[in-house]
T-cell receptor, first 115, second 111 residues
Framework: IAGITQAPTSQILAAGRRMTLRCTQDMRHNAMYWYRQDLGLGLRLIHYSNTAGTTGKGEVPDGYSVSRANTDDFPLTLASAVPSQTSVYFC??????????????FGPGTRLTVL | QKEVEQNSGPLSVPEGAIASLNCTYSDRGSQSFFWYRQYSGKSPELIMSIYSNGDKEDGRFTAQLNKASQYVSLLIRDSQPSDSATYLCAVGSSNTGKLIFGQGTTLQVKP
């Protein structure tokens, strides 16, 4: 089934640990995105990639890093997790830049708790 | 001023009624507008997109766009309990290549 997969589904992590959230899409979309969703704050963009080999910072990039080695994969790394990074993380993709006529599709999400 | 604003609700309507969800945005350069539905514990799913002024209908859903007033709305006719969810408005600009999301409106359809 075509779409976006994320792993893990949920994770409890000790503060200070390193964690990589995985995202894979099989739609051959050029653009990929990472959002976090917090109650009362909505969806906020962390990092994005308009095409393989390029990445950019979103609204809340601090404490996170990404890479885009190929079209399909867009991992998000927390180098040293802190409790404020407790959130639900969504990966998304679109065929082209999301601001134009391209629809953005979302993965199922990863629920991360940092203690 | 938030870039995309929605009333958080909850908006409560009886089954069979019309639910009206509203969204305003601040960037006049915005060119694409989307409505996503998000059930509790699930990811957002696209239900409507609209790019030009006027109405766009898809089944029980109608999106309305007024760029002069910087306003986009979603009407749900014959509301069903299964429509109970949070509805996210998203606005995009080809200049930035990104979507900005509102905080969402929670809709409750009561049987």
């Amino acid at each position: 089934i075509a779409g976006i997969t994320q792993a893990p589904t949920s994770q409890i992590l000790a503060a200070g640990r390193r964690m990589t959230l995985r995202c894979t899409q099989d739609m051959r979309h050029n653009a990929m995105y990472w959002y976090r969703q917090d109650l009362g704050l909505g969806l906020r963009l962390i990092h994005y990639s308009n095409t393989a080999g390029t990445t950019g910072k979103g609204e809340v990039p601090d404490g996170y890093s990404v890479s885009r080695a190929n079209t399909d994969d867009f991992p998000l790394t927390l180098a040293s997790a802190v409790p404020s990074q407790t959130s639900v993380y969504f990966c998304a993709s679109s065929a082209g830049l999301a601001g134009g006529l391209n629809t953005q599709y979302f993965g199922p999400g990863t629920r991360l708790t940092v203690l | 001023q938030k870039e995309v604003e929605q009333n958080s609700g909850p908006l409560s309507v009886p089954e069979g009624a019309i639910a009206s969800l509203n969204c305003t945005y601040s960037d006049r350069g915005s060119q694409s507008f989307f409505w996503y539905r998000q059930y509790s514990g699930k990811s957002p799913e696209l239900i409507m997109s609209i790019y030009s002024n006027g109405d766009k209908e898809d089944g029980r859903f109608t999106a309305q766009l007024n760029k002069a007033s910087q306003y986009v709305s979603l009407l749900i006719r014959d509301s069903q309990p299964s429509d109970s969810a949070t509805y996210l408005c998203a606005v995009g600009s080809s200049n930035t290549g990104k979507l900005i999301f509102g905080q969402g409106t929670t809709l409750q359809v009561k049987p």
